[in-house]
C-alpha cells in the first residue's frame, strides 16, 4: 500500500466525517481505529484515516498515541501526514491540539504547520483568525459549551498559541484570495519569523482549494474535514487519486434489527431526539440514577428486548446543559463522561448480542466508548446520511454490521429516521 494522503483524526466521528469528505472528493478511503497491526491486511487505497479517542485525554497520552498513528501511515507511503482535529477547535489550555500539533510538526522535520478548522458546508468558516458558527463566533454560539472541551475564545490564534510551545501566526483572507502561491510565501516568511504555526483563513470552498493546494507538496498539517477536501482536491488533479471513488456501495443487506443511541448532550442532538419520538420508541435514561448506581444498563436493554421486533428503538443520556453542569459538579467532569460512556457502551454491546446488525450513535466521545466495546477495528465508505455522516460498513468482521457515528452538533432534525432509512 502506498497512500496519497493520511490522516490522524482526534476522535472516532470526525475520522468518520474526514474519510467521508476524501471519498466524496475522489479518494478511495479506510477509515481503521486505532492503529492497525503490523500483520492487518486492508484494501488496496488511496488515503488511510485512523481514527484515535484523544481529544479529552491526558496531553502526553494523546502525543503518543498519534506519534505511533502518524508512523503507521509514514511507512505505507504517505508523504502528507493531516492532524484531524474538530470544526470547533474542541481542546483546552492545556491541549491537546497544540502538543500533538508539535509533535508531529517535528517529527516531520517541517517549520510550520498550517492550520485551519474551517468546513463551510458545515457552516464553520475562519476570518482574521476568529472561528465563526454560521454568522456569529465561536464563543457566542450554542457550541461554546462543549462539556468537556468549552469554547470561550473564538480567536485561534491566541487558543493555538496558548497550547503550542512555538508561536502561532495568521494567513489571512487577503493572501488567500491571492492564491496557492501567495499563500506558500506567507507561511515562509512566519517561519523565518520564528512561528510553528500559522492560522489560515478560510471562508468558501474555494478558500480550502487554495490553501490544500498551497500545501500538498509539505508533509503536515491541521485542520477538520474541509482541509481534507482541500488536500483530497489537489491530490485528485495530480492524477493520485480515482474520481469515481465517491458513492461507494454498502454491499449486501446486513440482517438483523436497529438501534440508536445518543449520549451527546448538543442542541443539535437534543432536538433530534425529541424528533425520534415521532417515528420510535425513545427510553431517556436519567444520567443522575446512573451515577447514583442504578442498573440503568439492563432497564434499557429489557426496554429494547420488548420492542426491537416491532421496529427500531433509540436510547438516549442526553441532557440539558445546566443539568450536565450540575451532575458534573456533584461527581466531576471526568467520572461523570466516562460512567455515562461506559454504560451506552454497555447497551451497545447488550444490543448486538440481541440481534442489532444497524447501529446509530450521536455524540463523538459515546461512539469512541462504543465502537471499543464492540471491537470494530475499520470501516468501508458508504453513502453519506448528512453532511459529514456516512454509512459505515464494518471490515474484517464475521457478522457485518452498519453503523452511523454523529459527532453530537452535526445533522438535522431528522437525522435518526434518515440514517435508518438509508441503512435499511
Not at 468546513?119 to 463566533?137: D, H, I, K, M, W
Not at 440503568?296 to 440539558?320: D, K, M, Q, W, Y
Amino acid at each position: 500500500m502506498s497512500l496519497a494522503l493520511g490522516c490522524v483524526a482526534d476522535d472516532y466521528t470526525g475520522a468518520s466525517d474526514l474519510a467521508n469528505t476524501l471519498t466524496k472528493a475522489g479518494l478511495r478511503t479506510i477509515q481503521t481505529i486505532g492503529v492497525p497491526a503490523d500483520d492487518r491486511v486492508l484494501p488496496e487505497a488511496d488515503a488511510v484515516v485512523v481514527a484515535l479517542k484523544s481529544r479529552s485525554i491526558p496531553a502526553d497520552q494523546a502525543v503518543a498515541r498519534s506519534r505511533e498513528a502518524e508512523g503507521w501511515l509514514r511507512a505505507r507511503g504517505a508523504a502528507h501526514v493531516m492532524f484531524k482535529v474538530c470544526s470547533t477547535f474542541d481542546s483546552t489550555d492545556a491541549g491537546n491540539i497544540g502538543p500533538v500539533m508539535d509533535a508531529l510538526r517535528a517529527e516531520a522535520g517541517e517549520a510550520i504547520a498550517l492550520v485551519t478548522p474551517a468546513f463551510p458546508e458545515t457552516g464553520r468558516s475562519v476570518y482574521q483568525g476568529n472561528l465563526f458558527v454560521g454568522a456569529v463566533p465561536l464563543n457566542e454560539s450554542p457550541l461554546k459549551d462543549h462539556p468537556l472541551n468549552p469554547m470561550r475564545d473564538a480567536n485561534l490564534v491566541r487558543v493555538l498559541g496558548r497550547q503550542s510551545a512555538s508561536p502561532v501566526g495568521l494567513v489571512d483572507t487577503a493572501t488567500v484570495a491571492r492564491g496557492p502561491e501567495a499563500v506558500a510565501a506567507r507561511l515562509d516568511a512566519l517561519a523565518k519569523e520564528g512561528k510553528g504555526a500559522a492560522i489560515a483563513d478560510a471562508i468558501f470552498d474555494s478558500d480550502l482549494e487554495v490553501l490544500g493546494r498551497a500545501i500538498v507538496g509539505h508533509k503536515f498539517s491541521v485542520g477538520a474535514s474541509g482541509l481534507g477536501l482541500g488536500l483530497a482536491r489537489a491530490l485528485v488533479a495530480d492524477g493520485r487519486g480515482t474520481t469515481d471513488a465517491a458513492g461507494a456501495a454498502i454491499g449486501e443487506p446486513v440482517g438483523g434489527t436497529s438501534a440508536c443511541l445518543a449520549g451527546s448532550c448538543s442542541q443539535a442532538t437534543l432536538q433530534q431526539v425529541a424528533a425520534a419520538e415521532a417515528i420510535m420508541p425513545v427510553l431517556r435514561l436519567d444520567p443522575a440514577r446512573l451515577l447514583a448506581g442504578d442498573d440503568v444498563v439492563e432497564e434499557a436493554l429489557a426496554f429494547a428486548e420488548e420492542r426491537l421486533g416491532a421496529g427500531p428503538v433509540l436510547i438516549a443520556t442526553s441532557a440539558p446543559p445546566e443539568a450536565v453542569r450540575a451532575l458534573q459538579a456533584a461527581h466531576g467532569v471526568d467520572a461523570a463522561g466516562h460512567a455515562i460512556e461506559a454504560a451506552l457502551a454497555a447497551i451497545a454491546e447488550g444490543l448486538v448480542a440481541r440481534g442489532v446488525r444497524r447501529l446509530v450513535v450521536a455524540g463523538g466521545e459515546t461512539s469512541g466508548a462504543v465502537v471499543d466495546r464492540l471491537g470494530l477495528t475499520a470501516f468501508l465508505l458508504g453513502p453519506e446520511i448528512a453532511a459529514g455522516i456516512p454509512v459505515l460498513r464494518t471490515a474484517g468482521r464475521p457478522e457485518p454490521m452498519l453503523l452511523a457515528l454523529k459527532s453530537g452538533n452535526f445533522g438535522g432534525a431528522d437525522f435518526f429516521g434518515r440514517a435508518l432509512d438509508m441503512m435499511a
